[in-house]
Structure formats: structure tokens, C-alpha cells
């Protein structure tokens, strides 16, 4: 399932840390795109012969893992990926939408004509990718849009900001796309936002992207009957402990 790129030895410090860093990347990426579902087993031993590197580059990345909340690693139990926890999504969403919304005044205000153009063109890809019902294409280009967003309101760090925040958001959000008229619903919410910026109405360029974002938390019953084993009801964790 992984690949290292350009080898995985350990033999040194230095390449050590570089194969810590590409099975963290590879790893992450695969549990927030839902490849590894929530609960399943992480195997140690089996990632480190896939790469010819020992275990302790492998671990490392599944501790950084843990401490983004991704992983489970419960003594005498084993390494899980982390269920989605449903009492932590609400302020995700609430931070998420503070921090977006500040983000589009900021391209309301600052946003050159170029970067409005790169913006249409990123909508098109999303509806192209909704039309299609590519999910993977869909969240690329959902991505670059609020990406975009950020930087057209000279606001780059919000958007690091925002990724931090929404770790576990993506996740749940990835579950919500394959529902029926939601990818559509979200174009139409990208385009609100858009004509708000190309209007240079900043109350209705932030009341569309808090819309936008607290859309998020639509589809919520629906996932956990159909996906009941995916989410953690309870965020308190005190009985998980690094093996």
C-alpha cells in the first residue's frame, strides 16, 4: 500500500528521519482520504518489511500520528486508526468557519482579478469533478478553492491554520461526499462564495462561507447509522496509552 520514494534505509540518522517523514506523509494521507477506515489495524512489522526499514522509523510516524489524534496506540491492544470523534467535530466546524470567514473578507478586500479568474477556473474543476462523481478530483480542487480563498486575502497562514484544525473534519467530511446531491451542494455554496468576492460585498462573502462551512455537519445521522463502527461518541481518551 506504501511506497517509498527512493528507497526506505535507515542505516543513518539523517535517512532514518526521512523514512519517519514519508511513512507519517503516506500514512496520514491514507487514513484522512478514509483508504485505512477508522478502527482498522495498523501493523508495525508488516509497513516496515513493505519498505526494508526497521521498525523504529515506523513507529515514530505512527506516535506523530497519535499525537494528531489519527492513530490509537493502546497497550496490549495494538495500533488503530482513530474513530472519528462526534464531540470534537462541532467546535472543528465553529473554529474552522471563525477562520474562513476572516480569510474571504480578506479576498473581498484584496483579491486581484487574476486570482478571481484562478478561483472561477478552480469552481469549474469542482463542478467538472461533481459531474463526474470523482470524489478524490472533488476534494482537490475543494481544497485549492479555500486555499485560494486565503490567499487572494493575503491571509496564507489561516489556511495552515485551518488544515490543522480540520484534521478530523476530513475525514468526516470525505464520508459525507458520496451522499446524494451533497457534491452538487457544495458547488453551489463555492459559487455564493465567489460571486459574493467578485461583488466585493464582504457581509456576504462571510455570511455564504459560514453557511458553507456549517453545511459540514449535514448528513451526520445518516453517517452514523450507515457507519456506525467509523465514530468515537465519547472524545475522552484517558484509557489509550502509548505501547
Known amino acids: 500500500m506504501l511506497t517509498l520514494i527512493g528507497g526506505g534505509r535507515d542505516r543513518t540518522g539523517g535517512r532514518g528521519q526521512t523514512a519517519a517523514a514519508a511513512i507519517h506523509a503516506l500514512l496520514r494521507e491514507e487514513i484522512l482520504s478514509l483508504r485505512r477506515k477508522p478502527g482498522e489495524p495498523i501493523a508495525e512489522k508488516?509497513?516496515?518489511?513493505?519498505?526494508?526499514?526497521?521498525?523504529?522509523?515506523?513507529r515514530e510516524a505512527l506516535l506523530r500520528l497519535a499525537d494528531e489524534g489519527l492513530v490509537d496506540i493502546i497497550a496490549k491492544s495494538g495500533t488503530h486508526v482513530s474513530r472519528i470523534p462526534l464531540a470534537d467535530l462541532p467546535e472543528a466546524i465553529t473554529i474552522r468557519r471563525v477562520l474562513e470567514q476572516l480569510a474571504v473578507r480578506g479576498a473581498?478586500?484584496?483579491?486581484?482579478?487574476?486570482?478571481?479568474?484562478?478561483?472561477?477556473?478552480i469552481l469549474v474543476r469542482t463542478a467538472e469533478a461533481a459531474?463526474?462523481?470523482?470524489?478524490?478530483?472533488?476534494?482537490?480542487?475543494?481544497?485549492a478553492f479555500h486555499e485560494a480563498v486565503a490567499t487572494a486575502g493575503r491571509h496564507p497562514g489561516v489556511w495552515a491554520l485551518v488544515r490543522h484544525v480540520k484534521l478530523q473534519v476530513d475525514r468526516f467530511r470525505r464520508l459525507?461526499?458520496?451522499?446524494?446531491?451533497?457534491?452538487?451542494?457544495?458547488?453551489?455554496?463555492?459559487?455564493?462564495?465567489?460571486?459574493?468576492?467578485?461583488?466585493?460585498?464582504?457581509?456576504a462573502a462571510a455570511a455564504a462561507m459560514g453557511a458553507h462551512v456549517d453545511g459540514l455537519s449535514l448528513g451526520l445521522d445518516d453517517l452514523k447509522r450507515f457507519n456506525p463502527g467509523f465514530f468515537l461518541e465519547d472524545s475522552a481518551r484517558s484509557d489509550l496509552k502509548r505501547a
Request: charged residues 30%; aromatic residues 2%; proline residues 3%.
Open 46 to 58: 508488516d509497513i516496515a518489511a513493505a519498505h526494508g526499514v526497521s521498525r523504529t522509523p515506523v
Open 108 to 121: 473581498v478586500a484584496s483579491a486581484t482579478g487574476s486570482q478571481i479568474i484562478e478561483l472561477r477556473a
Open 131 to 143: 459531474e463526474a462523481g470523482d470524489t478524490e478530483a472533488f476534494h482537490r480542487a475543494d481544497e
Open 176 to 203: 459525507t461526499l458520496p451522499l446524494e446531491g451533497r457534491m452538487a451542494r457544495v458547488v453551489a455554496e463555492h459559487e455564493a462564495v465567489l460571486a459574493a468576492i467578485e461583488a466585493r460585498d464582504a457581509e
